[in-house]
């Protein structure tokens, strides 16, 4: 055999493995490829982004920059257990007419008064400053007595007396 035809066979083997190893099988051909990733020694690169900071931050002189407080509240003993009473400390309210409307799912303690004081801590976020504690006595058309507490008026601890 000569080398001219060694070369052309030589080049018609190099050429159908080429076919073969890229894939071959042309157009019609379907394959399962599986693109699994083995994440076991992948080190996350954390992404670092220009932080922003302002200089000119403004605020009311009421604004204390903290995400709650603490408020301690002190429902004073019943002289007269004839009557009993309920209150409910809540933060959300609104005055319609001469009474008022309250969402008792912004309450922040519910519970009856008993022959002796009581002292509770509640837990308020920034943004409740003002509370409606609505006492009920449990009778017969019985109207609720309201009282009011303000982060700005008053100090702490607020006790409630029904007996005044």
Avoid: H
């Avoid at 609104?94 to 303690?109: A, G």
């Avoid at 008064?113 to 058309?141: C, G, H, K, R």
Wanted: include cysteine; charged fraction near 15%.
């Amino acid at each position: 055999m000569n080398t001219l035809n060694k070369y052309f066979i030589l080049l018609v083997l190099v050429m159908a493995l080429g076919a073969v190893s890229c894939g071959g099988g042309g157009e019609g051909a379907s394959e399962t490829v599986s693109n699994t990733v083995n994440t076991t020694n992948v080190v996350p690169i954390p992404i670092e982004e220009p932080m922003t900071t302002t200089d000119d931050l403004i605020s009311n002189t009421t604004f204390e920059f903290t995400n709650g407080f603490e408020l301690t509240l002190i429902l004073s003993a019943i002289e007269e257990p004839s009557v009993q009473y309920f209150v409910n400390i809540c933060s959300d309210y609104t005055q319609v007419e001469e009474s008022y409307s309250i969402n008792y799912d912004s309450c922040r303690l519910r519970t009856s008064y008993t022959e002796s004081d009581q002292s509770f801590d509640v837990s308020l976020s920034a943004a409740e400053t003002v509370l409606i504690a609505q006492v009920w006595p449990m009778e017969n058309d019985a109207t609720p007595i309201n009282f009011f507490w303000s982060r700005t008026d008053s100090n702490e601890p607020w006790e409630i007396n029904v007996n005044n």
